[in-house]
């Protein structure tokens, strides 16, 4: 079976077949953001809503770091793309859009601030929530050499990185 892959925030489903549906739900689930399925094989109709997790993009440098950070993101059912420095994070695949993204400050080959103004500027990501961090920077400075939506210091708490995310996540 050949399906061509659309673009959509919305799917629905009303399929007997339980089999069928998960086949096409793992087809597109980084194309759409909720998917509404009947199930109605006997005629009654079942209907179960899934919602997709929300995309974090995160640009940090130092390894531990950003595998904490992944993992603790994960775990909260984030689906999460990771970069290490700034030449990957432009040359990323810029489809599917994040709905976050969580920048270091200072990296080996660039700045997030930078990197922050960048994103800002451009129309198909201006409107993203961006979220600094950093260890050697204070959330002044931050204020004024970008447009970031949040800021958290290094060393961070992990119940403030997931509240903080899980705001903008879901704004």
Known sequence: MHITPMKFHWL????????????????????????LVVYSSSGTGRVKKIQMSKRICVLEDNDDIREIISFILEEEHYEVS?????????????????DVFLLDVMLPDGNGLDVCN???????????????????????????????????????????????IGVYANA
Request: charged share 25%; with cysteine; proline share 7%.
């Open 12 to 35: 629905f489903f009303s399929i007997g077949n339980p089999l069928l549906v998960n086949y096409l739900f793992l087809k597109f689930k980084k194309q759409i953001k909720c998917c």
């Open 82 to 98: 990771v970069y290490a420095n700034v030449k990957d994070f432009i040359n990323r695949e810029k489809k599917p859009k994040p």
């Open 118 to 164: 960048l994103l800002k500027a451009d129309c198909a990501t201006k409107g993203i929530p961006v979220m600094m961090m950093s260890a050697n920077y204070k959330k002044v400075d931050i204020q004024k050499a970008c447009k970031a939506e949040d800021f958290i210091p290094k060393p961070f708490d992990i119940a403030n990185l997931l509240s903080k």
